[in-house]
């Protein structure tokens, strides 16, 4: 965005001021769905090093995917925009080798790592990123939980989504699952209960249609984990 409005692709990059081209994720800026139409530009470049993988492969037009270092942006762009895991992966590894400590471009990889199938080695790469900055944001307590849940290390998905101050109903979700899984009843229904008060319209067919696992046996556990639990189809 630049002044409220989106930049459309054909615009001239370097017009842009340079503060709305440094802009940081951190400040709150969204790589989501709602940025769809720009190329790599995206709705504000993220960082100077971001800044330099636009200028620097000279705004790679062959491709109709952002560079993006934060949070689950390139997932969301290359999985919602149907380009598919090779993209996310091409464009994970840019991102990590122009900024390898970069705490944002690190638990990214161990989410991809997650939906990938490798979800032990995607657990490591989200812990090196909360060392990395432990004042990280608290969206990587669901990205560990959820590569703990893949892991079926369900106690240690539990304990990281106790770490959520206000869980949506995902990770609410996830979180009775998660006690489906261990056989403990009585935590799944009361989690069960707190995500149908937020969401009473909640289906499994929902949440896993949110998700990008790789590997359909992960998907099949994930939907076999809310059918313990007692969710809806």
Known sequence: HHHGQMI????????????SRLHRHR?????DNRSRGISLIGAIVVD????????????????ELPVLPAGDGIQRHCFERGAGVHDAVYHQR???????NDDLVVVQQG??????GQPEEGIE????????NP?????????LARAAFAARRYRDAIDALKCVAAPEPLQRALAAGCHAQLGDAAAAEEQRRATLAIAPA????????????????????HRESLERAGFPA
């Open 111 to 116: 989410e991809i790592l997650t939906w990938l």
């Open 125 to 132: 790469w989200i812990r090196k990123a909360m060392r990395l």
């Open 8 to 19: 459309p692709f054909s615009a001239d990059f370097e017009r842009i001021p340079l503060s």
């Open 135 to 143: 004042y990280h944001p608290e969206r990587f307590w669901s990205h």
């Open 48 to 63: 100077v090093h971001f800044v330099r993988v636009v200028v620097g492969l000279g705004i790679e037009r062959t491709r």
């Open 202 to 221: 909640l289906t499994i067919a929902e949440v896993l249609a949110s998700l990008h696992y790789r590997d359909p046996a992960h998907r099949e556990h």
């Open 94 to 100: 840019r991102a990590l080798s122009l900024n390898p």
């Open 27 to 31: 400040g709150g800026c969204d790589f």
